[in-house]
């Protein structure tokens, strides 16, 4: 089945640690985003892709690194300049014409222990 | 940047009561979409309006996009508790979607 797979579904991250979350999929989407979600809030930007080698900050970069060496991949580092770490991390892609939304992965929950 | 307002933030229902959250933006939107979450789930897409004044319907779901285009809504009819989360829409900013702050939906038995 198509999708968008995220690994691990939890992490536990020590203070100062980078650790990096893993985005794949296989629906031959163009484009890719990352997403960051705190309890009982909506969703913020935190990087996006729409084609391999290149991507741009979204609203809460800060902290954050990406690469998009493959189509199919996109994962997020939080380095220890994320102050405030703790959240659920979603991935999504999208293909071209739209009227079919995004994609979402199934999250990672990271918390700083 | 652009942003969007959605009200409710919460509402609790009884099973079997209607239930409609409302999107709304100062600019002309050029199209939206709604999400549901479910309870420690993910986003799942549900629909997307285009039209001026267009009317979409699934089921117990009715989606609206407003005449200006700067305005929408989900209505949900006879609520069920298989309709329990929280509802998003969202609309497209350069190259990328931007949420609304959601409605959470709790529907009690």
């Known amino acids: 089945d198509g999708g968008i797979t995220q690994s691990p579904k939890y992490l536990f991250r020590k203070e100062g640690q980078n650790v990096t979350l893993s985005c794949e999929q296989n629906?031959?989407?163009?484009?890719m985003y990352w997403y960051r979600q705190d309890p009982g809030q909506g969703l913020r930007l935190i990087y996006y892709?729409?084609?391999?080698?290149?991507?741009q900050k979204g609203d809460i970069a800060e902290g954050y690194s990406v690469s998009r060496e493959k189509k199919e991949s996109f994962p997020l580092t939080v380095t220890s300049a994320q102050k405030n770490p703790t959240a659920f991390y979603l991935c999504?892609?999208?293909?071209?014409?739209?009227?079919?939304?995004?994609?979402f992965g199934s999250g990672t929950r990271l918390t700083v222990v | 940047g652009q942003q969007v307002m959605q009200i409710p933030q919460y509402q609790h229902v009884q099973e079997g009561e209607d239930f409609t959250t409302y999107c709304n933006s100062s600019?002309?939107?050029?199209?939206i979409q709604w999400y549901k979450q479910r309870p420690g789930g993910h986003p799942v897409f549900l629909i997307q309006?285009?039209?001026?004044?267009e009317v979409k319907k699934q089921k117990r779901l009715t989606f609206q996009f407003g005449e200006a285009k700067k305005n929408s809504s989900l209505h949900i009819t006879a609520t069920q508790t298989t309709d329990v989360g929280t509802y998003f829409c969202?609309?497209?900013?350069?190259?990328?979607?931007?949420f609304g702050t959601g409605t959470r939906l709790l529907v009690s038995p």
């Open positions: 999504a892609s999208s293909g071209q014409g739209g009227g079919y939304g995004y994609t």
């Open positions: 309006l285009v039209k001026s004044g």
């Open positions: 892709s729409q084609i391999v080698n290149d991507f």
């Open positions: 600019t002309t939107l050029s199209n």
């Open positions: 629906l031959n989407h163009d484009a």
């Open positions: 969202a609309v497209t900013g350069f190259q990328k979607l931007v």
